[in-house]
């Protein structure tokens, strides 16, 4: 397939060629890496069983050790019961005539002390055996673990970050994903789509991954977002109270008792995730509508018959009320992609139908109905304007980070088996996440005119705004907390300098403390009078904390040199103590460098630290 082809028909060229191709194309980057690392598979293998080997036979000395523990402890319990036993016998022996309770105690007294014996001479060494050959087939396994994690050391380090980026664009070579999320195609898109930056406090960026479709911008994002919602707290008091009544010509009392229960609800904050594709385009630009289809994978084609027929009727009757109210709503002729589409709240007829081509309305149909496929359906298409935004709900269930460290292993066979299923996964969400836009001819044949006449948009920053909060979560949450905080913390970014390739900035982490609180509620009794019953809830409060990051753009640092850097660099190591603190303030994400700042940062520390990254390349 040359990269200049299009892609019509998703669903069916990803079952005739994508995903038999894709998965070639990532068995044989793994098979290149290996190749590339130097790691001997057939002695890694040999390593492997003698770890599974030992592995089974620690959780057989373990299951041994507890069986011998279990008696043990039994045989106390039944020592002791028989000492206790013995010695009331003897010395409840009063008649002479009827030694049988001495016998019996004696017997009881010696059988405790056999037990004693037993435990001590026997028990005692065989606990003592087996703890020494667990220690030592424990050391062992360490051992064959330490010799499997070098055997592959030099594969953990191959791993890097644009891996999945360099295999999805050898299958489908119209798809480009992007090192970083930059400012100049973030300026690009702000300043021509209306791309909001980041000054919404309530929401942080956890993950973004930008890209283009034949030249048309795309993003995959995660993004974290707070609302401040309600929570119902409740609390009890048992009360009690006496009443007379006559019984018989007697005065007769009783106690009755009741537990009241009061609620309070008070505010309380909550988080959310949220994970989509957001693609632009220049057709179609003043149309918006909301297609929210429905979940069919669960449905029989009766089911589904009976479905469409409804919506149908659905779709008529909003077509006569269109008449009635001079509306522009003008249904398709194919009332079943109407249906399931479910795009009813458009505003624009014209430029529908020149999105929604037959062939276009056919593929559509065909991804929502497949059952094949176990992500082609289930996503939400919302388009404003010049903006497509696609919502999936597997984008929400897959690690989108594409992490090296998902693969490292001491396991040749076992990282092969990681690599090729995340990366399979990966691409084929990805895939059908985008499969409503590429279903889309027209968008595919729009190319923005600032790619055609090279119109150039300045870097005022080296990374976007998005790409800095994405970078900044990466770290632990609590290197940024407030110490008080005891929910999740929205991390907010601003750049307060910027240099040659770094930016400096001010992160501000905003969560939550939680103060307990009591208040009584009043509440009636069966006695007749109001109790005040406790109800403990929490009140949050506001708070935040301040800190400095540097995130510095690291094009030609492959992240087995950065390893190297930290394993083998003294001057790298001094630097990380004196402007960061610790090394886990520094982590390297994508083509990114960022860190904790401990001091100021400038350009001639800047300088210094170049200097530093590249010594060992």
């Known amino acids: ?105 004696i017997i009881a007294l010696a059988g405790g002390v056999g037990l004693i014996l037993l435990i001590v001479l026997k028990l005692n060494k065989v606990i003592k055996n087996l703890n020494n050959l667990l220690s030592e087939t424990k050391e062992k396994l360490d ?43 973030f300026a690009y898109l702000a300043k021509k789509y209306g791309l909001p930056g980041n000054a919404d406090k309530n929401k942080s960026v956890l993950f973004i991954q930008s890209g283009e479709i034949l030249n ?69 630009g003043d149309l918006s509508f909301n297609s929210d289809p429905p979940d069919l994978s669960g449905l029989n084609d009766r089911q589904i018959e009976n479905l469409i027929s409804r919506k149908e009727r659905e779709i008529e ?65 919302h388009k404003r304007k010049y903006l497509n935004f696609v919502f999936s709900k597997h984008l929400k269930k897959i690690d989108v980070s594409q992490d090296p460290s998902l693969y490292v292993d001491y396991d040749l066979a076992s990282a092969r088996k990681k690599f090729c299923a995340y990366n399979n996964d990966f691409f084929q969400i990805l895939y059908f996440s985008l499969a409503p836009i590429l279903a889309i001819p027209l968008y595919q044949q729009y190319r923005p005119r600032e790619f055609i006449y090279d119109e150039d948009y300045y870097d005022k920053f080296n990374v976007s705004c998005w790409e800095h909060e994405a970078t900044v979560n990466y770290f632990s949450e609590s290197q940024f907390k407030h110490e008080k905080s005891v929910t999740r913390n929205i991390l907010k970014t601003n750049v307060i300098a910027a240099g040659k390739d770094y930016d400096v900035l001010e992160v501000t982490a905003h969560g939550f403390a939680g103060i307990p609180r009591t208040d009584y509620v009043r509440v009636l009794g ?29 094009e030609g640092v492959s992240r087995r040199e950065f ?4 394993q083998n660099n003294d001057n790298w190591r001094k630097f990380i103590e004196t402007h960061a603190g610790s090394a886990s303030a520094f982590i390297l994400r994508k083509s990114l460098l960022a860190f904790i700042l401990a001091k100021p940062y400038d350009d ?13 390349k």
């Open 143 to 185: 051992s064959l673990y330490a010799t499997a994690w070098e055997q592959m050391r030099p594969l953990n380090e191959l791993y890097d970050w644009s891996m999945t980026a360099a295999i999805i664009q050898k299958t489908m070579p119209l798809v480009k994903l992007d090192p970083y999320f930059d400012y100049r195609k």
């Open 317 to 381: 009757k909003k077509a006569r009320d269109a008449i009635k109210d001079n509306s522009e709503f003008t249904p398709l002729a194919n009332t079943e992609f109407e249906a399931l589409f479910n795009a009813l709240d458009r505003d624009n007829e014209v430029q529908f139908r020149l999105l929604f081509t037959p062939l276009a309305q056919t593929e559509i149909i065909k991804l929502l109905k497949d059952k094949t496929e176990k992500y082609s359906s289930c996503w939400s298409l």
């Open 563 to 566: 390893i190297n850097n930290k």
């Open 526 to 554: 069966g006695d007749g009078h109001y109790h005040s019953v406790p109800v403990h809830w929490v009140e949050y409060l506001p708070v935040k904390k301040a800190s400095r990051v540097v995130i510095k753009k690291t």
């Open 604 to 616: 001639q520390t800047d300088e210094r630290l170049n200097e530093i990254l590249y010594q060992i």
């Open 1 to 105: 397939m040359q990269s200049t082809d299009y892609i019509y028909e998703p669903l069916d060229m990803f079952k005739k060629q994508y995903r038999n191709e894709h998965a070639k194309n990532t068995s044989e980057y793994f098979e290149d890496l290996v190749k590339e690392s130097g790691v001997n598979e057939s002695e890694n293998a040999q390593v492997v069983k003698k770890i599974r080997k030992k592995e089974k036979e620690i959780k057989r000395l373990e299951k041994k050790h507890r069986t011998q523990t279990g008696l043990k402890v039994f045989l106390i319990v039944l020592t002791v019961l028989l000492l206790i036993a013995g010695v009331a016998l003897i010395y409840s022996f009063t008649d002479e005539k009827a030694p049988a309770r001495l016998i019996t105690g």
């Open 216 to 284: 048309n911008p795309f993003l995959l994002a995660r993004i974290l977002n707070f609302r401040m919602g309600t929570k119902t707290y409740r609390g009890t008091k048992i009360i009690s109270w006496t009443v007379s009544r006559i019984v018989d010509g007697k005065t007769v009392t009783e106690t009755r008792m009741q537990t009241l229960s009061a609620t309070l609800t008070k505010p309380y904050p909550l988080y959310s995730t949220e994970s989509f594709i957001l693609y632009a385009n220049d057709a179609a």
